[in-house]
């Protein structure tokens, strides 16, 4: 269903089944899957594309051009999987030359006044609270849980099923199935009750709880305590992943308790 009060621009590719409320504007070079409902007000520009069954409340801003002084007008892409839902007033920016493309991943929970810059690459079933602000090329992965007010520095990666306390300051690496909180941000303990929740076994928590304490709760350097990890711990899943995100950490991870 299209409102007559809507525009619509004639090259955007919009499934028969969306729902589009009235002054919406949708420009060129748009395609909206299946399934998806857009509220009054919204403004999708050129660049978006949009999954199936997404809700987009009133007042968001799909696709507009990055706040990056580098960008020339190159043709890039601000995506949105599919079963998203978009709240009001969030603003997702396209990409610019550096990776050509913003993503939001499937079944996420964006809330109202939320920013998601240039070149961020956001993974599935994730949750961004209220007035969150992410920075130009911000990853944040599968699971991940941002706490509103919350402000990610550019650059920053966040792991899997990570916690982050609402008004956060992150300028580090978050490493995955943990809960960061305080000011500085710092390390405060294994998301366990996030983890439960998506049915990870007690054994593999306990697993998991064991790597942080040779990453945190020792004396060891963030080097030596994963040659330790390596060295005495089980090959798992979960460790590899914890060593290949700290291995590959650009920042740095954030620091332990103080």
């Not at 919406?24 to 069954?53: F, P």
């Not at 990453?215 to 590899?240: C, F, G, H, Q, W």
């Amino acid at each position: 269903m299209k409102q007559p009060l809507a525009y619509i621009h004639p090259a955007a590719k919009i499934d028969p089944s969306v729902v589009i409320d009235p002054f919406v504007t949708i420009d060129q070079n748009v395609e909206i899957g299946e399934g998806t409902r857009i509220g009054s007000n919204v403004t999708i520009l050129e660049g978006a594309r949009i999954g199936k069954n997404c809700n987009i409340f009133p007042g968001a801003v799909i696709g507009a051009i990055p706040q990056d002084l580098k960008f020339r007008g190159e043709e890039t892409t601000a995506i949105i999987g599919d079963n998203t839902t978009i709240r009001e007033c969030v603003t997702v920016n396209r990409g610019t030359a550096a990776k050509g493309k913003t993503i939001v991943g499937s079944n996420c929970l964006i809330m109202a006044y939320s920013h998601v810059a240039h070149d961020c690459i956001v993974g599935d079933n994730v949750i961004i609270s209220n007035a969150s602000q992410l920075a130009g090329e911000v990853v944040v992965d599968n699971f991940a849980v941002i706490g509103g007010g919350s402000l990610i520095h550019q650059f920053c990666h966040i792991g899997p099923h990570v916690m982050l306390q609402g008004g956060a300051l992150v300028n580090k690496d978050i490493p995955p199935y943990v809960k960061a909180a305080r000011e500085p941000i710092a390390y405060a303990g294994v998301n366990s009750i996030g983890l439960r929740r998506r049915n990870f076994t007690n054994d593999t928590i306990r697993e998991i709880q064991d790597i942080y304490r040779y990453l945190y709760l020792s004396s060891m350097n963030v080097s030596d305590a994963i040659e330790r990890i390596e060295a005495e711990l089980p090959a798992t899943k979960e460790r590899d992943e914890i060593i290949l995100f700290i291995r590959n950490s650009k920042r740095g991870i954030i620091r332990g308790y103080m």
